[in-house]
């Protein structure tokens, strides 16, 4: 059977384009289908994107504000069993989390648990790693709990920081890291081939040698080969 994915994003929403071009590239092999994608901004550019690939899109109820949707009304009507954030930069509702145990996944531009937390995101996440003096960041997926960045890490891959980086060149250079990492644990936790485990996974050793020879080439080879990911699938 495969998974019914909400995404629930607030941004551009790249994150959710390599989720759902991967899941594309799987073809029948695939472990789900995002069925819906939910913003608490109506102007997030991941809201457009659904648009376009033809998923139901929902905005979602903020505190201050009547419009919107209740996110559990909202997993309930379209039978959702797994909820991938993608640049959400509010807090999961704790009745989704009940509702959906062990299947809230997220990705972050750093290397938790360091540089994450309450108003760590964004560029504000790069601008703290580069005024660290961090030569190493990086991205991590991991498990959602009710505090910011708090869930159990699935996977972590380390990006290095150069001498000339700005906040933004940084931030280019970890998001290709999402783009091959994220879709593939998503797929992996989605379909159960991982699962829950407090510990966190080690950091792959071909990931500090990828970190040497950074070559941006690689990446799907290196991640794919150094989580045992099948290609496509
Ligand atoms: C990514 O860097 C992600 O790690 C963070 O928010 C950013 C979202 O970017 N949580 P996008 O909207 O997916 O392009």
Redesign the pocket.
Known sequence: MTSRIAVF??????????ILDYLVSCGRARPGDVVLVASDRED???LERARDAGIATALLRARARATGREPLALIREHRVDFLA?????RLVPTDVLSELPSRVV????ALLPAFGGPGM??ER?HRAVLASGASVSG?TVHYVEAEYDAGATLAQWPVPVLADDSPTSL?AR??KV?HVL?PRVVSAVASGRWRFDSRPRPVPDAAFRSLREWDERRLVRDIEEAFGFDSNA
């Open positions: 994003a607030s941004g551009g929403g790249s994150n959710l384009q390599a997030a550019g991941a954030l993608a640049g959400f930069l997220n990705v972050h531009p995101y964004g996440v991205a931030a970890v998001l999402e994220y």
